[in-house]
């Protein structure tokens, strides 16, 4: 079987700035995936690739099709959400819009808003709140909640834990088993290796550009990772 | 009695201002664009409505129906056309580029209606009335032009709030590339924000061609009243829109009253104000950060 996702010889950036050199990886359907790496390695270039926001060359196949002419907004009804660095809530919707509005492009399926609601709770007092007034670990999970409301087959998630505290870190990780168990495959670009190792399935370094490393958890040494993250031999 | 009358007056006024700031509005809400042909488009629109009213029976009122949904066209394709390519962090493309197609509509509409003024004659609707007192009358046209304006700006306002094509509007006008990831085409949708503007323009202009006269030139004048409207009101505020050109109208109509020509002055001296002293406009909500 093939795998969902294949990229090959990817090379992407912004405008002049070149951030991916060549790059390939694949990701099977019900992975759990982490890309992990140093600031600036190109993990969220490559999320961003993945949703047509960036300018590139090489291939990037997903469940048979190639995305390279797809525009952006397009990609969602693949099955494709991104669950940006930063959160990104639309500040000017109430939490309840924010959600619905990640559903409005796309067919139904497993999530609605109950269905997100069951996976955060923490979400259901807030919904006709302004999205901007809340706590960081309180907009991730609306994040979260706004990529699945369009019922993706692959759901990206870039620096979830990036400024959370650890429990709150803990409880977004904890929902992801049932994620997983919806239909989505993952993949997750973190910082923090010890987060990104307890979840994934396998692990991809990256470094200025490029992957330094792969295999799974148990395969790998913390050593090993850490050449491979910072570029030390 | 009289100074009544001329409140009165100034909130009715205030309504054709109202509209013709609503395209502003929109556009600057959505996509933080200030389209500097917008009053030429609305004299565009009032020699179009001229012209093509033999093609549809000599009804200026059909005439107007056809002329404002060819407009929302035309604003719809020079968006895709030439506005998205304008759009980004630096606001002076897009104020250039309008700036030039306000310059070409000027030059064409001389070029082939002349600078002769013209006027769109309605007809008895323009001079009939409701007589309140002796001092105090409500003209008919004013009336229509203000509830049209009420009608348009409410029901956008209440577009934007409660349907979901609204809903996507507000989240592109906050992040544009994060509605990209909603499957919302930003390229799309701010083109047919311009279409509402350029139908609503048209609009405006057909009100104003039959209130007065209007020459190839006229569309400057039209813009810093629009302009005025939106800064007074509130950037980013359809409420505040409406609320702006009424304030415009009536300060207008208020300084006439005390002194016979000092309107225009009157109304440039309380946008000044607004923006020394509450630049976010009356009615506007504080920018956020």
Redesign the interface.
């Known amino acids: 079987m093939t795998h969902l996702l294949t990229i090959e010889n990817l090379n992407a950036g912004y405008g002049d700035f070149q951030a991916l050199f060549g790059l390939g990886i694949h990701v099977d359907r019900g992975e759990i995936v982490a890309i992990v790496g140093a600031n600036g390695a190109g993990k969220s270039t490559l999320l961003r690739a993945i949703?047509g926001?960036v300018t590139m060359t090489g291939s990037i196949v997903f469940d048979g099709e190639s995305l390279g002419s797809i525009?952006?907004?397009?990609r969602?009804?693949f099955g494709i959400?991104?669950v940006?660095e930063g959160r990104?809530l639309?500040?000017?919707?109430t939490v309840e819009?924010n959600l619905?509005?990640?559903g409005?492009?796309?067919a139904a399926g497993r999530w609605n808003i109950e269905a997100v609601l069951d996976l955060f709770p923490l979400i259901r007092p807030l919904l006709k709140r302004q999205s901007?007034k809340l706590s960081g670990g309180e907009q991730q999970a609306i994040a979260i909640g706004?990529?699945l409301m369009?019922n993706p087959r692959l759901l990206l998630l870039d620096e979830v834990s990036l400024g959370l505290a650890p429990v709150v870190v803990k409880g977004i990780y904890e929902a992801l088993p049932g994620i997983v168990a919806s239909g989505a495959t993952v993949i997750l670009v973190e910082q923090d290796i010890g987060v990104a190792l307890g979840a994934a399935d396998r692990v991809y370094c990256m470094l200025e550009g490029r992957v330094s490393l792969s295999g799974t958890p148990a395969e790998l040494s913390r050593e090993a990772i850490a050449a491979a993250y910072f570029g030390v031999a | 009695m009289v100074w009544v009358n001329a409140l009165i007056q100034g909130v009715l006024v205030g309504g054709l201002y109202a509209l013709f700031a609503t395209g502003l509005s929109l556009s600057f809400g959505v996509m933080r664009f200030v389209n500097l042909a917008h009053g030429d488009l609305a004299v565009l629109a009032a020699y179009l409505v001229l012209s093509w009213s033999g093609v549809v029976g000599g009804s200026y009122w059909l005439s107007m129906t056809l002329v404002v949904v060819v407009m929302a066209g035309i604003g719809y394709a020079s968006q895709r056309g030439i506005f998205n390519f304008t759009l980004g962090a630096d606001p002076l493309p897009g104020i250039l580029a309008s700036f030039g197609i306000g310059i070409v509509i000027q030059n064409a509409l001389q070029e082939h209606f002349t600078a002769t003024d013209k006027s769109i004659r309605l007809g008895s609707i323009l001079t009939r009335s409701i007589k309140v007192t002796d001092d105090v009358s409500i003209g008919w046209f004013p009336l229509v032009i203000l509830l049209v304006a009420v009608v348009v700006l409410s029901g956008l306002q209440l577009f934007l709030s409660f349907t979901?094509l609204g809903?996507?509007f507000?989240?592109t006008?906050?992040?544009p590339?994060?509605?990209?990831?909603?499957?919302?085409?930003?390229k799309h949708l701010y083109a047919v924000a311009m279409a509402i503007a350029f139908g609503a323009v048209a609009l405006a202009g057909f009100f104003q061609g039959g209130r007065t006269t209007f020459a190839p030139t006229s569309g400057g004048l039209l813009l810093l009243f629009a302009f005025e409207a939106v800064v007074i009101g509130g950037l980013g505020s359809l409420w505040g829109t409406l609320a702006g050109g009424i304030v415009l109208g009536v300060t207008q109509s208020l300084a006439n009253q005390q002194w016979i020509g000092s309107n225009s002055l009157a109304g440039h001296i309380v946008f000044l104000a607004v923006l020394a002293i509450r630049p976010s406009g009356l009615f506007g909500a504080r920018e956020?950060s």
């Open positions: 949703v926001q525009p952006a907004h397009r969602v009804g959400s991104l940006p990104k639309f500040a000017s919707l819009e619905l509005i990640g409005h492009r796309t901007d706004r990529a369009g | 979901k809903r996507e507000r989240a006008a906050d992040d590339k994060t509605a990209q990831l909603m499957g919302i085409n930003d956020r």
